[in-house]
Structures are given as structure tokens and as C-alpha cells.
């Protein structure tokens, strides 16, 4: 029961932890306008080849619908993240690519990333390193995996 109650808390009380302090650091880092699911656009957009930046396949990669996705496109936009220009032989299509000041802002968010890993790593041996790894990676399988939940 009790490994039960600390994955709860990982699941939920961490997790929202962990996306307050991801906002506090965008805001800090020079980016207060930025939402960390926004972050999570520019940074989908960024790694994305220009054969697969159409807003359907980004919208598939973040899991959101097409209409959460145009939403975030334009603000972002809006906001000089992210530019939107038609596909020129099918108009239908709409092409997101990340502007130099988005590019700036995901350099930023992987930074921040990885300097959140190092400081957890740091407080573990290398032995809870690797069990956490793979157990994090089992947890990850599980909820990638579509099926009853």
C-alpha cells in the first residue's frame, strides 16, 4: 500500500510540482508571456524537419486536437514564437516553423531541462539512478500505450 501511495504522489502532487517550477523558471528565464505548454509547442515545432511541421502532424505529436493546436499556433504567432505559412501546393496545408526568438526560447527550455536532471541525478547513486531510469521507463510504456487505463 505504501509504494501505492508514492506513486500517487509522484503521479500527481509531483507532477504539478514540477510544471509550476518549470513555469516559474520560463518566467524568470526572460519568457513571463510563455506557458510551459507552450514551451512544449515551440519545442515540437523545433524538432520537427520541414517535411513534418504541418499543424496535423504537430497536433499528433503533442496528442491535442487540430483546433488546440491553431489556437496555440496563432497566439504564438502572435506572440513572435512561431510563424504559420500556407504549404504552396496545397493551401489547405499550414506549415508551422519556429522564429529566431522561438529558437532562443527552446535553447532556453532544453537548458532548463537538463539542469532539472543533473540536480536530480545528483541526489541519487548510480545504482538508484539506473532502478529509477528503468522504472520510469516502464511507467512511461504504460501510459504511451493506448488501452483501458
Keep these: 500500500m505504501e509504494q501505492e501511495s508514492i ?44 517535411q ?16 488546440t493546436l491553431s ?3 496563432k497566439a504564438l504567432e502572435r506572440k513572435g514564437y512561431l510563424r504559420r505559412r500556407r504549404d504552396h501546393q496545397d493551401k489547405r ?20 531541462h537538463r539542469r532539472m536532471i543533473h540536480s536530480v541525478l545528483e541526489q541519487l547513486s548510480p545504482e538508484e539512478a539506473h532502478a529509477f531510469a528503468k522504472a520510469l521507463e516502464t511507467i512511461a510504456a504504460f501510459f504511451q500505450n493506448p488501452g483501458p487505463g
Excluded: W
Design 71 to 73: 489556437a496555440a499556433a
Design 93 to 112: 496545408i499550414v506549415h508551422l516553423e519556429a522564429t529566431d526568438a522561438g529558437r532562443q526560447a527552446n535553447a532556453f527550455h532544453e537548458e532548463f
Design 7 to 50: 506513486l500517487n504522489r509522484f503521479l500527481v502532487e509531483i507532477f504539478h510540482e514540477l510544471l509550476r517550477r518549470e513555469d516559474e523558471a520560463i518566467a524568470a528565464g526572460g519568457y513571463p508571456e510563455l506557458s510551459s505548454r507552450e514551451m512544449d509547442v515551440i519545442k515540437t515545432v523545433c524538432a520537427a524537419s520541414d
Design 52 to 67: 513534418e511541421n504541418s499543424s496535423r502532424e504537430i497536433a499528433q505529436r503533442l496528442r491535442i486536437t487540430a483546433g
